[in-house]
Nanobody, 122 residues
Framework: QVQLVEFGGGLVQSGGSLRLSCAAS????????MGWYRQAPGKQRELVAT???????NYADYVKGRFTVSRDIPKNMMYLQMNSLKPEDTAVYYC????????????????WGPGTQVTVST
């Protein structure tokens, strides 16, 4: 099983920066891809950015040029550097991982972290 935990959220002024981290832990697992999603009050959860094991990244249009996703594969970590933050970036940010058991890689699973709050004030 895989456990994910996000940290680094908080309150920041508009135009400021934050760096989120996601740590994956467990046993007998191998992560195939990871991503950041967010959910604002009253809205559906939406994609922010994803990164796979080859380092290929994908960003939602509303964060392109401002956010950067990266991974430290040996440490099972993922990061989201968020610059030029806007009030509309306020949301709970969730870490997501697609993973397999090393011993039984034919089955793929998805895991979510509990989320971390990011609040951008005007």
């Amino acid at each position: 099983q895989v456990q994910l935990v996000e940290f680094g959220g908080g309150l920041v002024q508009s135009g400021g920066s934050l760096r989120l981290s996601c740590a994956a832990s467990g046993s007998d697992f191998s992560i195939k891809a990871m991503g950041w999603y967010r959910q604002a009050p009253g809205k559906q959860r939406e994609l922010v950015a994803t990164v796979n094991n080859d380092g290929n990244t994908n960003y939602a249009d509303y964060v392109k040029g401002r956010f950067t996703v990266s991974r430290d594969i040996p440490k099972n970590m993922m990061y989201l550097q968020m610059n030029s933050l806007k009030p509309e970036d306020t949301a709970v940010y969730y870490c997501n991982a697609d993973w397999v058991f090393r011993s039984s890689p034919q089955w793929s699973f998805t895991k979510w972290g509990p989320g971390t709050q990011v609040t951008v004030s005007t």
